[in-house]
Nanobody, 113 residues
Framework: QVRLVESGGGLVQPGGSLKLSCTASGIAFGSYTMAWYQQAPEKQRELVAI???????NYADSVKGRFTISRDNRINTIYLHMNGLKPEDTAVYYC???????WGQGTLVTVSS
């Protein structure tokens, strides 16, 4: 059974930082492309950052220079380091694994003063 479990969300002030984690089980993690998506209220889910098995990364224009995705294949975990958070970053953040189209349950990030 495949499981993706996110953690690290919470309430943060504008300009603050958070680190999200996603730990996978049931997949050959090192062979999977992993990604973070965000879904703001009443909006479609959108790709935030993606990391290939070889750790090639790509980012949405809205987060370039502020967010960093990384992976640790020893513990089947990816991270999203978020700096310079803005109110418009408020969303549920989901972890995704491909191939197979697997999703985590999401973790809520709220950026507000």
């Amino acid at each position: 059974q495949v499981r993706l479990v996110e953690s690290g969300g919470g309430l943060v002030q504008p300009g603050g930082s958070l680190k999200l984690s996603c730990t996978a089980s049931g997949i050959a993690f090192g062979s999977y492309t992993m990604a973070w998506y965000q879904q703001a209220p009443e909006k479609q889910r959108e790709l935030v950052a993606i990391i290939s098995p070889s750790s090639t990364v790509n980012y949405a224009d809205s987060v370039k220079g502020r967010f960093t995705i990384s992976r640790d294949n020893r513990i089947n975990t990816i991270y999203l380091h978020m700096n310079g958070l803005k109110p418009e970053d408020t969303a549920v953040y989901y972890c995704h694994a491909a191939p197979g189209d697997y999703w985590g349950q999401g973790t809520l990030v709220t950026v507000s003063s």
